[in-house]
C-alpha cells in the first residue's frame, strides 16, 4: 500500500517554544492531507483539513493560529504547533488518500508524532 | 449526519477465543466503510475495507460484513493470538462529505495467553 511518512516520531519541547511536525507521501502525490489529535485511550480527532496550495481547512474549536498547517507540495504537509503549552501535549497523526487509486480508497497514516510539552 | 458508534471496551479474551466487535453507522449517502488497528505507539494500520453493501472484507483472520439493512459492520475473528491485542477502530468515509473519515471511539483488545 501506499507509505505516509511523519516526522519526528516524538518531540519533547519546553512550554513557549514552537514544533513543526512533518507527514510526507512517499509513493503518491496526495493533494489533501489530514491531521488528528489523538489523547490517551481515545478516537481521532480531526483538527484540520490540509489542502496542496491552498488554506486549510480547520474543525470547529481549533486555533489556527495554534496550529499552523501548511501543505506546500504534494508529498508534504506540515503542522507547527506554537507557543506550546503541556495541555497541547498529545499524540498527533497525519493521513493521506491517494486519489489515484479511486474515491473509495483507503486512508493511510502517519505513525504518529509525540508531542510532550514541558 | 455521518457518525460510527463502535462497542466499548476494553475487551478481554483468551488465545483462541473468538472476538466480535459491533459496529454501527449512520451516514447520509453512501459510505465505505473500514477498520484499522493501532499498536501502542504507533499509527493505524488498515485492517480490511468493505465499499458496498453486502461485500465482505477480510484480513489476516478478520471478516466484516458491510449490512445496510442493519447498517452495521461488526469486526470478527474466529481465534485470536496475543499478537492481535491493540486498539480497533472503525471508520466510514462518504463522497457527500468530501470523503471525510469518521471514526468510532476505538476498542482496546488484549487477549491473554
Known amino acids: 500500500g501506499a507509505v505516509v511518512s511523519q516526522h519526528p516520531s516524538w518531540v519533547i519541547c519546553k512550554s513557549g517554544t514552537s514544533v513543526k511536525i512533518e507527514c510526507r507521501s512517499l509513493d503518491f502525490q ?16 480531526l483538527m484540520a483539513t490540509s489542502n496542496e496550495g491552498s488554506k486549510a481547512t480547520y474543525e470547529q474549536g481549533v486555533e489556527k493560529d495554534k496550529f499552523l498547517i501548511n501543505h506546500a507540495s504534494l508529498t508534504l ?11 497541547d501535549s498529545s499524540f498527533y497523526i497525519c493521513s493521506a488518500r491517494d486519489w489515484a487509486r479511486g474515491m473509495n480508497t483507503e486512508a493511510f497514516f502517519g505513525q504518529g508524532t509525540r508531542l510532550t510539552v514541558v | 449526519g455521518n457518525s460510527v458508534t463502535q462497542m466499548e471496551g ?44 453486502d461485500d465482505k472484507g477480510s484480513n489476516k483472520g478478520f471478516e466484516a460484513t458491510y449490512r445496510k439493512e ?42 491473554i495467553p
Open chain 1, 77 to 87: 504537509s506540515t503542522l507547527t504547533v506554537t507557543s506550546a503549552h503541556p495541555e
Open chain 2, 10 to 53: 476494553p475487551v478481554t479474551l483468551s488465545e483462541e477465543a473468538f472476538l466480535t466487535i459491533n459496529c454501527t453507522y449512520t451516514a447520509t449517502g453512501y459510505p465505505s466503510l473500514f477498520w484499522y488497528v493501532q499498536y501502542p505507539g504507533e499509527g493505524l494500520q488498515l485492517l480490511l475495507k468493505a465499499t458496498k453493501a
Open chain 1, 30 to 45: 496526495a493533494t489533501t492531507m489530514f491531521w488528528y489529535r489523538q489523547f490517551p485511550k481515545q478516537s481521532l480527532m
Open chain 2, 70 to 111: 442493519t447498517t452495521s459492520f461488526h469486526l470478527e475473528k474466529g481465534s485470536v493470538q496475543v499478537s492481535d491485542s491493540a486498539v480497533y477502530f472503525c471508520a466510514l468515509s462518504a463522497q457527500d462529505t468530501g470523503n471525510q473519515f469518521y471514526f468510532g471511539t476505538g476498542t482496546s483488545l488484549t487477549v
